[in-house]
Structure formats: C-alpha cells, structure tokens
C-alpha cells in the first residue's frame, strides 16, 4: 500500500512561513512526479505546485515567488516551503505522487493563514 505522510501544518500570521513536508517510499519517491494540491472550505481541490522525478518544477501562478517545492533525496521527502503566506492560502494541503493515470494522495494537512 502506497503511503504519502504529510506534516507541518499549523496556523500563522499573514506574512508568515510554513514548510510542509511529504514522506513515502523510495519506489514512489524516485518514478513519481510529486506535488502539492489543496482545497478551501466550499471549494474544489486546486493544484499547488509539482516536482518531477529529475527535479523540474511547476507553480500556480498565485504562488509562484512565494512557495517553493523541493526534494530530499536523503530522506524520500518533497518538501513545501511556503512564505509571505495570506489569507486566501488557509485550505487543506494535500500531497500527490503521480505517475502517467496513477494518483496516490495523502490524508491533508490543515494551514490556517490569520491574524
């Protein structure tokens, strides 16, 4: 069974930082593109931001600048470095590894963005 287990979430001021943190296997961890998606109260779940297996990345517009997606090599991770957090960033975050029609997802962590 594939496992995606994330951690860092939390609440923080606007302007704030988070990192969030994504572990899985090494099978996972070295063919699948890994990435971030999340999804607001009332809202549909919306891309973040992907690293592929060779280490190129992607961004949604409104995060680019701000967040930045990366890998540990050492430790099976895909981390999320995300600053200059606002409001309009509280959702649940989830973590993706995707592979051609293959998705696997974790179980979402909460990041709150308020004063």
């Known amino acids: 069974q594939v496992q995606l287990v994330e951690s860092g979430g939390g609440k923080v001021q606007p302007g704030g930082s988070l990192r969030l943190s994504c572990a899985t296997s090494?099978?996972?961890?070295?063919?699948?593109?890994l990435g971030w998606y999340r999804q607001a109260p009332g809202k549909q779940r919306e891309w973040v931001a992907t690293i592929t297996s060779d280490g190129r990345t992607n961004y949604e517009d409104s995060v680019k600048g701000r967040f930045t997606i990366s890998r540990d090599n050492a430790k099976n991770t895909v981390n999320l470095e995300m600053n200059s957090l606002k409001p309009e960033d509280t959702a649940v975050y989830y973590c993706?590894?995707?592979?051609?029609?293959?998705?696997?997802w974790g179980q979402g962590t909460q990041v709150t963005v308020s004063s």
């Open positions: 993706n590894a995707a592979h051609f029609n293959i998705n696997y």
């Open positions: 090494r099978f996972i961890f070295s063919i699948y593109a």
